[in-house]
């Protein structure tokens, strides 16, 4: 009996030292909970800031894809615009177009006025000179005769600028009455075209346009020798395009002139011959310091043109326009060629 108290006694003595008190499963408890919610709080931060990281990256796609959908779209529409402005061109008909009847030279006395007052852009016929020629009508040397002898409408006139006595027979042209002076008009025969379209080539000077005169390449000089000045209207519109600018490989300018005795010109209207210049160059007004063509500035985002007057009657009219740089998507010009305009 005295052996089994002891063994109670002993198992009481290792249930009281080997038993975990309230105290401890409490701390363990809330150790166990704090570990838990650490581990929680830790994933709830990766979950932000994966979630971040994926807002950061739309964003910055979402971005680039308006970047890319902007580019597009303005390139798109200055295509469009591009096409518009060709085709409203060909639709466009000038008025030298139509073809009209002749005013003849006046007998004595003079007869009214012609009623035409648009040039015919049919190349004008020559007269056969008659040996009672000289006692006929006065001779009309050019337009500025026909205005003195009571003529100030304008039309097709005759005219003789070598004189009754010369070799050259009499022949048409349009006569431009203005309050300038009378301007003898010689057309060109794509006039109805204009602008023409530039597109295809890109080396310097490799787009040729050739213009065909309503005149033989005799009357024409015919008329500059009894003329003291001369005048030829060109332009070019240019979509990232230039005209001309300098091709430091080929070492030649993109686009020049041909005189009509051939000669190599680089200026364009408005600026004085071989001044490598256009009007704008010549006023300060291009559209930045560096060029001296607005075109030279080769924009692709806007259309740019260059024009004026060419007054040089030394190499007038011009016998060939040569022009580059339009093989790329964007890359179109369009020319405008005018009569040759004299007068005394």
């Known amino acids: 009996m005295a052996g089994l108290k002891t063994i109670s006694i002993l198992v009481l003595v290792c249930l009281s030292v080997f038993r975990p008190s309230i105290a401890d499963v409490s701390d363990n408890v809330e150790r166990l909970i704090d570990t838990q919610a650490e581990l929680l709080r830790e994933i709830f931060n990766e979950l932000n800031d994966e979630i971040e990281n994926l807002e950061t990256n739309f964003e910055n796609e979402l971005r680039e894809l308006e970047t890319r959908l902007l580019a597009d779209t303005e390139s798109k529409v200055a295509e ?11 639709e466009t008909v000038p008025v ?18 012609p009623t035409t007052t648009v040039p015919t852009t049919e190349p004008p016929t020559t007269t056969t000179k008659t040996t009672t020629k000289a006692a006929g009508p006065p001779s009309y040397r050019h337009c500025q005769d026909v205005r003195d002898s009571g003529f100030d409408i304008n039309g097709n006139y005759m005219i003789d600028p070598d004189g009754v ?21 010689i057309g060109v025969q794509q006039a109805s075209t ?10 310097p000077g490799a787009n040729v346009f050739t213009p065909e005169y309503l005149l033989n390449a005799e009357q024409i000089l015919a008329v500059v020798t009894a003329s003291t000045e001369c005048r030829q209207y060109i332009s070019y519109s240019c979509t990232s395009a230039v005209l001309l600018a300098y091709h430091k490989k080929k070492k030649l300018h993109h686009g020049w002139l041909l005189s009509r005795d051939g000669e190599e010109m680089i200026n364009w209207g408005g600026a004085p011959t071989n001044s490598l210049s256009c009007a704008c160059g010549v006023t300060g007004t291009c559209i930045n310091d560096n060029v001296k063509c607005n075109c030279d500035a080769n924009e692709s985002k806007q259309k740019l043109s260059d024009s004026g007057y060419l007054d040089d009657i030394d190499t007038l009219p011009i016998k060939s326009v040569h022009l580059g740089d339009v093989a790329g998507k964007k890359e179109v010009g369009g020319l405008t060629l005018g009569s040759l305009e004299c007068k005394v």
């Open 194 to 203: 204009m602008p023409i379209r530039i597109k295809g080539l890109d080396d």
């Open 165 to 185: 006595d010369g070799p050259m027979e009499e022949f048409e042209v349009y006569c431009n009455m203005t309050d300038n002076g009378a301007y003898t008009t």
């Open 96 to 113: 030298e177009k139509e073809t009209v009847p002749v005013a003849k030279k006046p007998t004595k006395p003079p007869p009214p006025p």
């Open 80 to 90: 469009l615009q591009s096409q518009i402005d060709d085709l409203k061109a060909r």
